[in-house]
């Protein structure tokens, strides 16, 4: 059994003096102190869950969807070792084939596939976030408008079949016809999200009432929040059931807005994703996204015609870019564990550290630079 001591971030969704026990792949225990019990070094290091990415496409010059055992084992070795222990990748808009064979390859991979010096794929990848094709043309944003299909239930019900049951969020545009009775006919089956859309606000409160209470990267590839038309993000901070995903990669949303994002929302509502693409730790220069060809420079990723593409940033840094914009750090570090892993149904085996809990535990100084990352059990860097 291994006792780590430090300030931990708790249940209750704050720092608190204390040590966690980990045994085998499991937290064994919790226990708090008072701040005086702990060793001078131990009250500068805080340890906190594993980080939970229910939204990116690609890291380490791989892409979810290029679908091979290969390209999922790199991108959860890349996640992992950069302090994100769950995740659920996402596709693109793409043809109904290859979407079918993605879904298919993500399935046998979770089955066989270790990583990471020998721990289960399916510890770390659980689930995909199947973003597109049911999207608007008009806020396609980097998805390839070739790909755009209109919704269509039976379609997802074969995707899902190919998958095994792994996909834990289909996103679409409400205002396109067929997407409302795909959302109430498919709500009880599926999460859906809003997404690359046109929606005014009654269609998309109509749409949260039917049974999307998710909002896909919010401000992002939708119409503006204005005093007289206050659309999808309007109707969703009026529900108190909605939450919504936010890219804090320092070039998608500025500052204030993150700040003013967690002050409507709350804190339990605001979900922090990444976004990524296959250049997330990489050099600059040329890469792809969905097909089409991107280029990046720094943490800018662009589209030929300068549309962004994706972020070039793992979640851990757009948890500490959170941070330095002006969110208090215990709701940042809530936005990236906790509340992603309630969105996707994931709640009971990750994003908090209490007993029985699988143990993905990061382990950091107080300006958040990663020390250590332990995932089921296991150090797999620091």
């Known amino acids: 059994m291994r006792t780590i001591r430090g300030m931990v971030y708790t249940e209750r969704f704050c720092f608190e003096p204390g040590e966690i026990a980990i045994e085998g792949d499991k937290i064994a225990k919790v226990t708090l102190c008072g701040r005086e019990e702990l060793a001078e070094k131990e009250a500068q290091t805080y340890i906190l869950p594993g980080l939970v990415d229910i939204h990116f496409h690609g890291c380490a010059g791989y892409d979810f969807c290029d679908g091979t055992a290969q390209a999922m084992n790199a991108i959860a070795s890349y996640e992992v070792a950069h302090g994100t222990t769950t995740i659920c990748p996402a596709t693109m808009?793409?043809?109904e084939e290859t979407l079918l064979q993605i879904c298919r390859a993500c399935a046998a991979a979770v089955e066989t596939e270790k990583v990471c010096g020998g721990i289960p794929l399916q510890e770390i990848l659980r689930g995909i976030y199947l973003e597109g094709p049911f999207i608007s043309m008009e806020k396609?944003?980097?998805?390839?408008p070739a790909y755009i299909h209109e919704p269509d239930l039976a379609m997802l019900r074969r995707l899902q079949k190919e998958a095994k049951g792994m996909i834990r969020m289909a996103v679409t545009a409400p205002e396109v016809p067929g997407a409302m009775d795909m959302i109430r006919e498919g709500q009880g089956e599926f999460r859906f999200s809003i997404a690359h859309t046109c929606a005014d606000y009654e269609t998309a409160k109509a749409a949260i009432e039917a049974g999307a209470s998710h909002v896909t990267h919010l401000y992002n590839a939708m119409p503006p929040y204005t005093h007289r038309q206050p659309g999808v993000i309007g109707?969703?901070?009026?529900?108190?059931k909605t939450e919504v995903e936010l890219i804090?990669?320092?070039?998608h949303i500025h500052p204030c807005v993150v700040k003013n994002t967690f002050k409507l929302f709350g804190d339990g509502r605001v979900i922090l994703i990444s976004d990524s693409m296959m250049a997330t730790g990489m050099e600059d220069g040329e890469y792809a996204l969905g097909g089409q060809p991107v280029t990046v420079r720094g943490n800018r990723a662009l589209l030929a015609d300068g549309t962004i593409a994706g972020s070039a940033t793992n979640l851990y840094d757009c948890m500490r870019t959170a941070i330095a914009m002006g969110v208090p750090e215990e709701e940042a570090v809530r936005a990236a564990t906790m509340n992603p892993a309630v969105s996707v149904g994931l709640q009971e085996e990750c994003g908090v550290l209490l007993p029985g809990r699988r143990a993905d535990v990061l382990i950091a100084d107080r300006a958040f630079a990663l020390q250590e990352v332990i995932k089921s059990g296991r150090t797999v860097q620091g």
């Open 93 to 95: 808009t793409l043809s």
């Open 235 to 240: 109707a969703a901070a009026e529900n108190e």
């Open 248 to 251: 804090c990669d320092g070039i």
């Open 140 to 144: 396609k944003g980097a998805q390839n």
